[in-house]
C-alpha cells in the first residue's frame, strides 16, 4: 500500500466504527512530554539521469550525526471494545482488554551545529538541519486493569501495551546547499507501553513511553560536498530515526 493510502485506511476504519460506538469506551486525548533521538547516520544518494533510468552514480555518508531533543505535544482517539460495542452485537468478555487508537503528535527536528567525517571521502563537514516533524501512528491496543470497582468494572489502574503503524510527515533545511530543504513522508513504527489511571468514570491520567522507528528521505536538487554541480541531477538523503518519547497526558472517556 502506497504511503498516502495508510492515512486513507485509518480515516475510513474510523469513520465506519464511529456510529456504532454508543455503547462503547471511546475516549479522546492529549498529551506533552520530552522526546529524544539516537545518533543517525544519514546517507546522500547522488544520482545521474532522470526516471526511469536513473541510477546511484556515488554515495556519502555522515557518521554520528546528533539530534536535538524536542518537547512532543499530541492528540488521541480511542476505543476500546466491550461486549456490545461491534454494531450492537454482544462479543466476548475477553474482548474488552483490546482496542485501537489514532495518535496524532508534533515535534521540532533539528540537528546541532555540528562537525562530522564524510564517508568514503573522510573530509570534515559542518552540518546544522531546522526542521519538524508530524507522526500519525495507528496503534493496537492491549490492557489490563486492577482496583476494579462498581464505576470502573475494567479496574481503576490500567497497564497497557501499543503496536503499530506510523506516517512520518518531516519537514527539512539544510546548511549544505542552497535549495536542500523538503518536505517528505514515510512509513515507520510506533511501539508504546503506559500506565493510565481512572480518577473518575470519565476522566483519566496516564504516562507513557514510546518508541517510535522512523526511516527518512529527502529529495533534493543541488550541488553539495565535494560533487560539482554537471556531475550530478538529483541528491536523496536516506536516514533513519529512533526516537524515544516519555508522554504525560489526561483523557476525557465516553
Known sequence: MRKGG?????????????????????????YLGPSFGSNIDPTFEFYKNAEPEKYVWATRTARGV????????????????????????RMPSWLKYFGFE??????????PHQEVTIEPTNIKQVLEMDGSAITVAFLFLARYGFY?????PVGRLQPYL??????????????????????????GLAVETGLRYMIHPKISLNVAFRYRYLPNHVDVDDRI?????????????????????????VAYHF
Open 148 to 152: 476494579r470497582d462498581a464505576e470502573v
Open 162 to 187: 501499543g503496536i503499530g503503524p506510523a506516517i512520518f510527515v518531516s519537514t527539512t533545511h539544510l546548511n549544505i546547499g542552497n535549495d536542500f530543504r523538503s518536505t517528505e513522508a514515510d512509513l
Open 225 to 249: 560536498l565535494d560533487l560539482a554541480p554537471t556531475t550530478l541531477s538529483f541528491i536523496e538523503m536516506r536516514s533513519t530515526y529512533q526516537m524515544y518519547d516519555l508522554m504525560f497526558g
Open 102 to 111: 489514532l495518535d496524532v503528535s508534533y515535534q521540532s527536528l533539528r540537528w
Open 66 to 89: 546528533s539530534v536535538d531533543p524536542a518537547l512532543l505535544v499530541g492528540g488521541k482517539i480511542g476505543y476500546w471494545f466491550t461486549k456490545e460495542s461491534v454494531f450492537g452485537h
Open 6 to 30: 495508510w492515512f486513507l485506511a485509518v480515516i475510513v476504519a474510523v469513520a465506519i466504527l464511529v456510529p456504532s460506538l454508543a455503547h462503547s469506551e471511546f475516549y479522546v486525548g492529549a
